[in-house]
């Protein structure tokens, strides 16, 4: 079974500093997506960005970008020029491929807890 | 469209006692998830429907819960019989047909807290 490990229970980030958010995972697969999920208190879930497995080159969009290491299955994100609407809970997540034809779920990490400081 | 919604946001109930959550995804998304997530937790998968279909369930899901999806549209989550353990938030999410959308985005709802006393 996947599992995914965020080993960073919560960190904390000055305004318009970075901060990278780290993620391990665990598969025999070979074709699979990651994502990292952004929770804000009390607000719903959103994505903040997806990468497939395939793709050597790492996804970017607009202050967020990741760096993908399939090899050590490794998924950081990185958060550019942080704004206090960044602090949230942020989940990374793991699910197979249609292609691996294996389940649809996500499997998520426990989550780290960001705050971006004024 | 304005997104998956979830009714209702907030349940109290006594243990012991049986309860219904529904969820609404967005139209023209033919996949719906049900997870739970408990303080401190990460999302836990509960149950995928595609279409009316029940495709997998996972072994958190015990015989006290059930999930429905009878038009294909919206999905109904029971539990009978609650027990604080129950407590948790029930969250659910929608994605279009596999291989439509970007890299099968699963859009969340605002989610059900479930307090069980």
């Known amino acids: 079974a996947q599992t995914v490990t965020q080993s960073q229970p919560e960190m904390s980030v000055q305004e318009a500093e970075t901060v990278t958010l780290s993620c391990t995972y665990d598969?025999?697969?070979?074709?699979?997506?990651l994502f990292w999920y952004k929770q804000p208190p009390s607000r719903q879930m959103i994505l903040v960005i997806r990468?497939?497995?395939?793709?050597?080159q790492n996804a970017t969009e607009n202050r967020f970008s990741v760096n993908f290491q399939k090899a050590a299955k490794s998924f950081s994100l990185k958060i550019s020029d942080s704004q206090l609407g960044d602090t949230a809970m942020y989940f990374c997540a793991f699910m197979n491929s249609a292609a691996a034809g294996g389940s649809e779920k996500l499997v998520f990490g426990k989550g780290t807890k960001l705050t971006v400081n004024p | 469209d304005t997104g998956v919604s979830q009714d209702p946001r907030h349940k109290i109930t006594k243990r012991g006692q049986n309860v219904t959550f529904r969820c609404d995804p967005i139209?023209?998304?033919?996949?719906l998830y049900w997870y739970r997530q408990t303080l401190g937790q990460g999302p836990e998968f509960l149950t995928y429907?595609?279409?009316?279909?029940?495709?997998?369930k996972s072994r958190l899901l015990s015989d006290r819960f059930s999930a429905e999806r009878p038009k294909g549209s919206f999905s109904t989550l029971e539990i009978q019989r609650t027990e604080q353990g129950d407590s948790a938030m029930y969250l659910c999410?929608?994605?279009?047909?596999?291989?439509?959308?970007?890299?099968?985005?699963?859009?969340f709802g605002p989610g059900t807290r479930l307090t069980v006393l």
């Open positions: 139209s023209e998304h033919n996949r």
């Open positions: 990468q497939e497995a395939y793709k050597q």
């Open positions: 598969t025999s697969e070979n074709n699979y997506y």
């Open positions: 429907f595609q279409n009316e279909a029940q495709l997998e």
């Open positions: 999410a929608s994605s279009l047909p596999r291989g439509r959308g970007a890299v099968d985005e699963q859009f």
